[in-house]
């Protein structure tokens, strides 16, 4: 189907299609893997949920959360409760009134278990909520969430949380429609019975070839949409993405890892090329619960090899910085520590420690990665390493994203790829992931130390206390257990031509809503 692709474009663009060309096509990367916000990790499929569905807040196309489907909040209690008030008249796509109730029921969908929501650890800052998520509590009603009346949403926090605002706008917290689920079950997500809350409503959605959204008129501030339609296509080929942009097919890149590797030094010359740093790191997993991994020596040892600042002159090559520390550089004001640099001759002396000298006896591994010309060069890259400076043979494993995603959450995998883009500008998001039983820790590492001290951080005030402790968890993170190994920092990219596409701006959560891309030409 991809093949066809091009064809399938230019005939839109001519005319000749009964849908004509979207006022916005853009390149998203792969295909979602889903659209249902509980069970959504990956930035794909969350740029899509957003224009569907809307929060108590929303990030601005600066990155910053503003009021959303909520007008306003008080806060009391020194932070502990948050009291939100509704817009009035707000409604569900289909018509039906949208009020704080649905607000309460979704958040009460993600964190059951059954729902078995990867992400429900985000409303785990909600008085008792990680004690029904994991079934400690079975009355929900005992969770710190309440609608009062149909436009106040009460919510009390387990501690003061200072980036719960943040979390209001993130896309596990997002309003779903309980009747519409009810009524499809797990096909609520298909075009003509996704009922969303969004500037978007879900027209149409061609696996392997596009989505397209409709501006939803039913929308609170639909007059300040500017698109009426935006075509997004699940490429993941960074040869083939930028060939459709050249061509005019399509209008802007997105995705950071869609760039050619090999056309980046002639690109980032070009006018139409925008970067900025944002809280991203790209790291691997190690998968900590089988054989030879299960080791720490052997985890410090592939780690060791790893030639980071490599990686991003010779491949990347946009400005990246190598990755000392798994937390980015302006995380809300947190210093990261040292992490343990390169040094092969350590490395070879752990691996002979664990067993294996020289690299004899190793058990053969993978390496998993997701399809991408950025990550199979790095793919190859990291073999080379390995088997040069450890005698190791690793073999490659590419998946295309939905396997890949799958074989990450179920630990089907040795070493894997990994990318993880901050839900708010903190260090907690980076770093209580990784506690032990963690929908998103995907590398089946458990230290009771270290679960203590994320608890630690969340019931601490006074912020460089709480820097302080999740300072030291970050040490075990990468000096000691060292269950990942960052590479490097991300630089955003997307490439459009300024003239013609406005609404779009660098920041620090690489946070881009369909809501405020507008164009300058009048669509030509």
């Given at each position: 189907m991809r093949s066809l692709l091009p064809l399938l474009l230019a005939l839109a663009c001519c005319g000749c299609s009964p849908n004509p060309r979207a006022d916005?096509?853009?390149?998203?990367?792969?295909?979602?893997?889903?659209?249902?916000p509980a069970l959504i990790t990956g930035q794909p499929e969350g740029r899509v949920a957003n224009a569907l569905f809307e929060g108590l807040l929303a990030f601005d196309r600066k990155g910053k959360p503003q009021p959303g489907a909520a007008e306003s909040w008080e806060v009391t209690d020194n932070g502990r409760v948050y009291t939100f008030r509704l817009r009035e008249g707000l409604a569900w796509s289909d018509g039906t009134p949208l009020t704080a109730r649905d607000f309460v029921e979704s958040w009460r969908r993600a964190l059951e278990p059954s729902t078995a929501s990867e992400y429900a650890y985000q409303l785990h800052y909600v008085k008792n909520a990680r004690a029904f998520n994991e079934g400690g509590i079975k009355d929900f009603s005992e969770v710190g969430v309440s609608a009062p009346d149909d436009r106040t949403l009460h919510v009390e926090l387990e501690n003061p949380t200072p980036f719960f605002l943040d979390l209001c706008a993130f896309v596990t917290l997002l309003p779903v429609p309980l009747?519409?689920?009810?009524?499809?079950?797990d096909d609520w997500i298909k075009p003509r019975k996704l009922v969303g809350n969004g500037p978007y409503l879900l027209e149409s959605w061609r696996i392997n070839d596009r989505i397209r959204l409709r501006k939803n008129p039913r929308y609170w501030n639909a007059a300040n949409v500017a698109l009426e339609t935006i075509d997004i296509l699940p490429v993941s080929k960074g040869n083939t993405a930028f060939n459709l942009y050249a061509a005019g097919q399509a209008d802007l890149m997105m995705d950071k890892g869609l760039v050619p590797p090999a056309l980046l030094a002639e690109i980032k010359k070009r006018d139409d090329f925008h970067a900025a740093p944002f809280l991203g790191t790209y790291f691997l997993r190690y998968n900590c619960t089988r054989p030879p991994?299960?080791?720490p020596r052997v985890r410090r040892a592939f780690s060791l090899v790893v030639d980071k600042p490599s990686v991003v002159g010779r491949i990347t090559r946009a400005g990246e910085?190598?990755?000392?520390?798994f937390v980015p550089p302006g995380a809300g004001g947190y210093e990261p520590p040292a992490g343990v640099g390169r040094d092969p001759d350590e490395a070879r002396r752990l691996l002979a420690e664990a067993g294996y000298p020289g690299g004899r006896g190793f058990p053969m591994v993978t390496y998993l990665y997701s399809e991408?010309?950025?990550?199979?060069a790095i793919a190859v890259e990291l073999q080379g390493m390995w088997r040069r400076e450890?005698?190791?043979?690793?073999?490659?494993?590419?998946?295309?994203?939905?396997?890949?995603l799958r074989s990450l959450s179920s630990l089907d995998y040795d070493i894997a790829r990994s990318t993880w883009v901050g839900d708010y500008p903190d260090p907690n998001t980076f770093l209580d992931m990784f506690v032990t039983g963690g929908g998103n820790n995907r590398t089946g590492w458990s230290d009771p130390a270290y679960d203590k001290l994320i608890a630690s951080?969340?019931?601490?005030a006074d912020t460089a206390k709480r820097h302080a402790i999740?300072?030291?968890?970050?040490?075990?993170?990468?000096?000691?257990?060292m269950p990942v190994c960052p590479v490097f920092f991300y630089v955003g990219i997307q490439i459009y031509d300024g003239e013609r596409l406005g609404g779009i701006e660098g920041n620090v959560l690489d946070e881009h809503p369909l809501k405020s891309i507008y164009r300058r030409d009048g669509g030509k």
């Open positions: 916005l096509v853009f390149l998203n990367g792969a295909e979602p893997e889903t659209l249902d009747h519409a689920i009810e009524a499809h079950g991994f299960a080791d910085l190598p990755a000392d520390s991408g010309e950025l990550n199979e450890l005698g190791v043979n690793v073999q490659l494993l590419r998946q295309e994203w939905k396997v890949y951080a969340a019931a601490e999740l300072r030291r968890a970050e040490e075990i993170l990468v000096r000691e257990q």
